[in-house]
């Protein structure tokens, strides 16, 4: 009777155990980490962006603010969808480095419509993909603009930002797959076109 | 990045865009349109995409895409351009508060149909306080009555009404057959497209609906701008934008249980 309990005890315990050790593996940081971290990272970018130095110079100050606060190669990844499994290492490499000077061009192309900003955070909701932390960004003599990061990871990143309710890793993982599909499901034409829409062909 | 383009339902010129849409949809529903539908796949994986972007009219909306930013690079962007960079930020923004006013009571009926009062009644009293003004300046969000939208397409999907497939259509942008039904029903509840005949009226109904789709598409020049530089397939990027955005409109609405009376009660 005392083993049947031991060993009954014993496998729930372990079964709890078990179930414990990916939660702490991939733990998602809690609401107050995520709008910490969410406060420290807009305060750097937000004294970058604000900064009165040429374009050029913000934009290589932006690099290792976004290398080390956004989770590039996750969400490089996730925007090759089915096709990042018939990439071949080589082509998954260039990809993601092609893919990590787009998410830059596309953040340096609007710098312009953010200066003089300012942030406030909103709020931070638990979601499967991670902490969803809502900033409301104001900008001189324009509207404001309400922005969520997800935020997810250990150390915490940025793991997708949505803008007027659109994630922009989801649409962005929808033009890459379309254009895959349409263009033979080649991984070499999308990285091809990457280069082509960086002006190094 | 997440860009969205032409996105919402009103956002768009009246008369002439319920004619083609009229006239699309007629086309469409006529027997299954051959070339304009695309067949399932049959590779599981790109039936699994087929399916997931709801869009089996594809070669026919890309036509329509490709037709529209045709006209929007010969035509629309440069009068875009220069309506952006013209006109004084303050008329502009009295033009967007014209055409916000004078769709109120869309707004209106639209948040009695979703069954939410408390919207309805903000939505109300923004008509009635910016009419003070004739609709130019939005007094009301100085009063608490902050400007939302809810259109009939919106209703129709908290009822239960499927979305059918995306569509795309010239002047229109992006929508679905839901939602092309909404947009037809808040036009039948926009009083403005009601004015008696008379020269005054008459003019000023044009000049309401030309200035408002002008002053609209002005302001999404930039999207669209920003959409065709950043993405490979702009058709793809455009429809998940929307898709996802609109989809987030109806979860707002359907989440949105506020207390029927105001804070200050």
Redesign the interface.
Known sequence: MMLRQLTRRTILGAASLFALVPTLAFAAPSSDEAKAFVGRFGSRLVTVLNSNVPLAKKRDALLPLLRENVDVQGIGRYCLGRYWRVATPEQQKLYLELFQDVLLNAVTARMGEYQNISFRLVESVPSPAGQKVTLQISRPHQPDVLMTAVIDGEPPKVVDLYGEGASMRMTQRSDYTTYLTRHGGQVQTLINALKHQLGRD | ??C?GS?TQHHRGRFPALFTLIGCLTLLSLGGCGSLHSKPPTDP??LA?YKA?NDPYEPFNRKMFNLNMWVYHKALRPIGRFWKNNIP?PIRTSVATLNETWREPAVFFSDVGAGRPRRAGDAFMRFLLNMTTAGFYDVAQYLGYKQHETDPGMVLALWGVKSGPYIFLPGFGPSSFRDAAGYAISQGLTPINYVPSGYALISFNWGYNILGTFNSFADSTDQLD?LE?????P???M???WQ??????ID?LKADHRATTPDWY
């Open positions: 990045m997440a969205t996105t994986d790109d995409d972007v930020q920003q530089h950043q993405s490979l397939d058709y793809a990027f429809r998940s934008a996802q955005q609109r989809q987030s409109q707002a």
